[in-house]
């Protein structure tokens, strides 16, 4: 249908390659409206030719009527065949060969002109309404004349057919043209849409203006900006990650430096002085492991950490980490762990996946509050389709804000300062879970539980 709607437009292509949408709609309406006037004069002819005859129920009663004056005129009673004429339901007479009357009726002045226009009973009508003398052959050169009735014209209701034709017409063909319309613009438009949603998830290879093509000024005008403005925001983001990158790895170097004269400077400082190395002692450790972090995940977000997929059983790299997580709990803290032991292996990297169950962990016991009771659970999916395993991690806390659920795993997110501040939260944390489930072929899913709490659901490919 396209290739037809393409092939229609064809020799207006030279111009609208040059000129605008408004040309291009305008052309295309243009054609719309002489395609709706041409179809609907050729309906009204084929509709006049099919409908502009005598119906066939009047056509048989005047051919009884003509078998009638045969008789009557075989019997020869002139006054009956008068009587007869006057009888019927039509304004007829019996003619001789030289039109006259053969029952000596009078005829009306203006019936007598009309038979110069004299129809056959096959004959095709008018289109306006009239009274037309229709004419049957009988023997001996005489013929019935009956004029047709008014009443009977067919071309009565052609006003109402032809309005129903326009319409009809009319409709159908916007219907279709607004269809390929719609189907010819929309396609650009798609393709702009579908390029946005991958720039919005990070994708910034898209590019659209040869998908959009050359068909509308326009659209190729606003697909050529949008792809400058992908390299744009592709470029700042590289420019920004290698700048943060950059700066962590440079700050390795004065922070060994720090710690190196933290330690000669606790030698000579008095115990009463001791808790301010202490507190530098807290603070330089926490700039260490936020370089780490920023190091790690930029290692990871720009695919130079070479994953190494290998079969896995969950559960026990899942308890192993239970029990590493045991130690750092807060006083009233709860960990809890439920492990099918039928589960399938699964396709990870063993680093990877020690460090996502951990930094869920860690995060769990940081914000849950102080008497969380935490869950991790091994099990397959609800709807098992033989391709996942999944690993479920709870808290019994407040949860997050819906609105703030798919911000969890950007970099840097915090949706409390203060708190994260306190916790010692550099938002990277989650981040790094959704990167590394990504290079294992994964997927991390975050909801709220309608207990309370916040539920991290980790699916891994089956092996």
Partial sequence: MNSIFSNAFSPLRAINDRCGLAVRLFSYFAIILLLILGIQNVAEIALVKAMLRIPEQIQEQMLDLANQ?????????????????????????????????????????HFEFK??????????????????????????????????????????????????IKIFIAALILCVFSLLLARYLQRPLNKLQEASRRLSEGDFSVRVTSEVGRGV????????????????????????????????HELRTPLARHNLALHLLRKRTPEEYQHLLDRLEHESDEMNNLVTEILEFSRIENASYSASLEPLQLEIFCQ????????????????????????????????????????????????????????????????????????????????????????????????????????????????????????????????????????????????
């Fill in 320 to 463: 192993a980490q239970v029990l590493e997580s045991q130690m750092s709990l807060k006083p009233k803290q709860r960990l809890t762990g439920y492990f099918d032991n039928e589960t399938p292996l699964v396709l990870a990297d063993s680093r990877l996946l020690l460090r996502v169950i951990k930094n869920l962990l860690v995060n769990a016991s940081k914000y849950a509050g102080e008497l969380a009771t935490i869950t991790i659970t091994v099990q397959l999916p609800q709807e098992h389709d033989g391709q996942h395993v999944q690993v479920i991690i709870a808290d019994d806390g407040k949860g997050i804000d819906p609105q703030h659920l798919k911000r969890i795993f950007d970099p840097f997110t915090r949706l409390e300062e203060a708190r994260d501040k306190q916790s010692g939260g550099y938002g990277l944390g989650l981040a790094i879970v959704k990167e590394s489930m990504a290079l294992m072929k994964g997927q991390v899913e975050a909801d709220n539980r309608l207990k309370g709490g916040l539920r991290i659901t980790l699916l891994f490919p089956v092996l």
């Fill in 115 to 164: 038979l110069a226009y004299i129809r056959q009973i096959d004959s095709l009508l008018e289109s306006r309404v009239n009274r037309p003398i229709i004419e049957i052959p009988l023997r001996d050169g005489n013929r019935l004349v009956i004029q047709f009735p008014l009443d009977q014209h067919p071309a009565h209701h052609f006003k109402l057919y032809f309005g129903l």
């Fill in 69 to 109: 004056a045969e008789i009557m005129i075989a019997d020869g009673d002139m006054y009956e065949l008068a009587d007869w004429e006057r009888g019927q339901p039509y304004y007829l007479f019996v003619l001789n060969k030289e039109n006259r009357s053969l029952s000596g009726r009078d005829m009306h002045p």
């Fill in 217 to 248: 000024k326009e659209f190729r005008e606003l697909a050529h900006d949008f792809d400058h403005m992908t390299f744009r925001i592709q470029t700042l983001a590289e420019q920004q990650k290698r700048l943060i990158r950059d700066v962590s």
